[in-house]
């Protein structure tokens, strides 16, 4: 097992990846290990329910690694953490994929329809598009594998996705055609940027940045931001942290410094009383000296709350819109060797003022609800107050 060198803060739907191959080989191989268990112990117990089952259950049996999946994922359910979790090779390759920021794919949705089809949308101007893939377009196979329906669209997608410049041929259907077709489509490097930034108001000097998600290259992207719309006479900014559910510790810390000069970003308690401090980085960046208004809401958690809480502790920024979903826990990510990986809470954040972030969430300064109403108008009232808010700041 490799441990994971970086501390990571997946937000809450993480928790929706529960799957285990823990055990692997070790419990559920061909043949018991001799002398690896006491007679009558749990687990001499859980074999004899394995030879039970495999020799007189009646329908079709789990191969090894679904058996072996299965009795992680009991495993780790057991110790009741929502973020202690295992992910299975699939979903954490996505994983991978997403922190990165960029990998090698076709630029295509998926997703099941009401009858489980795999349905396919294409991104404009994308290979996909280009190879003649639209909209609706049923996936069958790809490179040949068939496309369940017991395949998720994590599995699909790691089936998809490749080295740039590789070919990968999908089977497809079309409502208006009888029988199903082959496209060859060749990957191209897609970038799912983090960060969108524009200027509000040229007049007042309020500018606008949105944080999707803290990855790799979050803070590098932040500071091309910053360096434009500095050049583009801001000195104000709204940042939105709306629906932003973590990411890298490193990355949260990289961008805490990017807006404060000095000072801790958060404090991490561990096991036993351990505390330990985690300061800026000694870099400049012409936004420490800017005014900051943060818009947070129910999806702002984790490494996001990290942010959020330590610049305001600082006395950095406000806080307006709703409160945070209030995830403090840090969890480390130990890759295994099939791919997988096994995420294990070890320590809680703290805000630099000892605030709790875990399942207490973060207040804000200026609370402003959005309706039903104003999504169906296309109206933004958490934007709205705290691009007044920068007007009247002095």
Same mark, same amino acid.
């Given at each position: 097992?490799?441990?994971?060198?970086?501390?990571?803060?997946?937000?809450?739907?993480?928790?929706?990846?529960?799957?285990?191959?823990?055990?692997?080989?070790?419990?559920?191989?061909?043949?018991?290990?001799?002398? /690896?268990?006491?007679?009558?112990?749990?687990?001499?117990?859980?074999?004899?329910?394995?030879?039970?089952?495999?020799?007189?259950?009646?329908?079709?049996?789990?191969?090894?690694?679904?058996?072996?999946?299965?009795?992680?994922?009991?495993?780790?359910?057991?110790?009741?953490?929502?973020?202690?979790?295992?992910?299975?090779?699939?979903?954490?390759?996505?994983?991978?994929?997403?922190?990165?920021?960029?990998?090698?794919?076709?630029?295509?949705?998926?997703?099941?329809?009401?009858?489980?089809?795999?349905?396919?949308?294409?991104?404009?101007?994308?290979?996909?598009?280009?190879?003649?893939?639209?909209?609706?377009?049923?996936?069958?196979?790809?490179?040949?594998?068939?496309?369940? /329906?017991?395949?998720?669209?994590?599995?699909?997608?790691?089936?998809?996705?490749?080295?740039?410049?590789?070919?990968?041929?999908?089977?497809?259907?079309?409502?208006?055609?009888?029988?199903?077709?082959?496209?060859?489509?060749?990957?191209?490097?897609?970038?799912?940027?983090?960060?969108?930034?524009?200027?509000?108001?040229?007049?007042?000097?309020?500018?606008?940045?949105?944080?999707?998600?803290?990855?790799?290259?979050?803070?590098?992207?932040?500071?091309?931001?910053?360096? /434009?719309?500095?050049?583009?006479?801001?000195?104000?900014?709204?940042?939105?942290?709306?629906?932003?559910?973590?990411?890298?510790?490193?990355?949260?810390?990289?961008?805490?410094?990017?807006?404060?000069?000095?000072?801790?970003?958060?404090?991490?308690?561990?096991?036993?009383?351990?505390?330990?401090?985690?300061?800026?980085?000694?870099?400049?960046?012409?936004?420490?000296?800017?005014?900051?208004?943060?818009?947070?809401?129910?999806?702002?958690?984790?490494?996001?709350?990290?942010?959020?809480?330590?610049?305001?502790?600082?006395?950095?920024?406000?806080?307006?819109?709703?409160?945070?979903?209030?995830?403090?826990?840090?969890? /480390?990510?130990?890759?295994?060797?099939?791919?997988?990986?096994?995420?294990?809470?070890?320590?809680?954040?703290?805000?630099?003022?000892?605030?709790?972030?875990?399942?207490?969430?973060?207040?804000?300064?200026?609370?402003?609800?959005?309706?039903?109403?104003?999504?169906?108008?296309?109206?933004?009232?958490?934007?709205?107050?705290?691009?007044?808010?920068?007007?009247?700041?002095?």
């Amino acid at each position: 097992m490799i441990r994971a060198v970086r501390s990571f803060s997946f937000g809450f739907s993480a928790a929706l990846l529960l799957a285990g191959v823990f055990l692997g080989g070790y419990l559920l191989g061909k043949e018991k290990p001799r002398g /690896e268990t006491a007679p009558g112990s749990t687990l001499d117990l859980l074999w004899q329910v394995q030879g039970l089952l495999q020799a007189g259950f009646l329908g079709d049996i789990p191969d090894e690694k679904t058996q072996a999946y299965s009795a992680i994922h009991g495993l780790v359910a057991s110790y009741k953490d929502p973020y202690t979790i295992f992910v299975e090779p699939a979903a954490r390759e996505v994983e991978r994929d997403t922190l990165k920021g960029h990998f090698g794919g076709i630029g295509a949705q998926l997703g099941r329809d009401d009858a489980g089809n795999m349905i396919v949308t294409v991104i404009r101007d994308r290979p996909a598009a280009r190879a003649g893939v639209t909209d609706g377009d049923r996936l069958l196979a790809v490179d040949g594998t068939p496309v369940s /329906e017991t395949m998720t669209v994590e599995q699909v997608i790691a089936l998809i996705r490749g080295n740039v410049g590789t070919s990968v041929v999908l089977t497809l259907t079309r409502e208006n055609l009888e029988k199903p077709f082959d496209v060859r489509i060749v990957r191209e490097r897609i970038d799912t940027p983090s960060v969108e930034w524009r200027v509000l108001d040229s007049g007042r000097h309020i500018g606008y940045m949105r944080i999707g998600i803290f990855a790799e290259d979050t803070a590098k992207d932040i500071r091309t931001a910053i360096e /434009e719309l500095d050049a583009q006479g801001v000195d104000r900014l709204v940042v939105d942290l709306r629906g932003n559910g973590g990411g890298l510790l490193d990355a949260a810390i990289e961008t805490t410094g990017l807006f404060l000069r000095k000072g801790d970003v958060l404090r991490e308690m561990k096991r036993g009383g351990q505390e330990r401090y985690f300061p800026t980085k000694n870099v400049y960046s012409p936004a420490q000296s800017w005014q900051l208004a943060l818009l947070v809401d129910g999806g702002t958690a984790s490494a996001a709350e990290i942010v959020a809480g330590a610049l305001r502790d600082n006395g950095r920024a406000s806080l307006i819109g709703e409160k945070t979903y209030g995830k403090g826990s840090v969890q /480390e990510v130990h890759e295994l060797p099939d791919g997988s990986s096994l995420h294990v809470t070890v320590a809680r954040w703290l805000t630099p003022d000892r605030h709790e972030i875990d399942k207490a969430g973060l207040d804000p300064d200026i609370i402003v609800q959005v309706s039903q109403e104003d999504r169906a108008a296309g109206r933004d009232p958490q934007l709205k107050r705290a691009q007044s808010w920068l007007e009247a700041a002095s």
